[in-house]
């Protein structure tokens, strides 16, 4: 089984966490951000998204979200752990996964990208946007008011 993906990216690592967990035999590779490949036609075809992770199966089975990933490997390795028995408890776990994905995630990466990965050093450069992929510059405007210089006013 091969896990494309970069580990800097929030989605590989819940999948990697999800692979530890259960102890799966694995190969990650890595895809996406600085390492690139993850737009060109071989990788497009596994996920036209173009975004990681990817799973590959050894019988050449595809699959993409990590949210669907976690969900298949934990029910492929009956792990009752990550996919309850119970209907009701499962429904609950998977519920907080999508509001991750599809609420918290959201609000939080702007944030995440404004405040914690804005330093000096960054400034300038240019950064990836976890969430869609598309490149931004990081000019003084990305800076937290505390680090910016203070405006003059005399004219
Ligand atoms: N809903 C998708 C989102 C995937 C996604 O947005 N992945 C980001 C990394 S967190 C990505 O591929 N960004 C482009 C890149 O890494 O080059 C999932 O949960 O798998």
Same mark, same amino acid.
């Given at each position: 089984m091969k896990i494309w993906g970069r580990t800097t990216s929030s989605n590989v690592q819940k999948v990697m966490w999800a692979v530890g967990e259960m102890g799966l035999k694995h190969e990650r590779i890595d895809i996406g951000g !600085?390492? @690139? =490949?993850? =737009?060109?036609p071989a990788y497009l075809a596994m996920n036209?998204? @173009?975004? $990681? !992770?990817t799973l590959e199966e050894d019988d050449g089975f595809l699959l993409w979200e990590s949210n669907s990933i976690v969900r298949y490997l934990a029910a492929k390795h009956q792990s009752a752990v990550l996919e309850p028995k119970d209907l009701k408890t499962r429904a609950l776990a998977s519920k907080w996964m999508d509001w991750q994905l599809s609420v918290l995630g959201p609000a939080v990466t702007p944030v995440f990208w404004g405040l $914690?990965?804005?330093s000096a050093s960054w400034c300038g450069a240019i950064a990836t946007s976890c969430r869609s992929g598309r490149s931004f510059p990081i000019s003084s405007a990305g800076t937290p008011p505390s680090r910016r210089a203070p405006r003059s006013t005399s004219t």
């Open positions: !600085p390492f @690139g =490949k993850n =737009k060109e036209p998204n @173009g975004l $990681v !992770p $914690v990965r804005t």
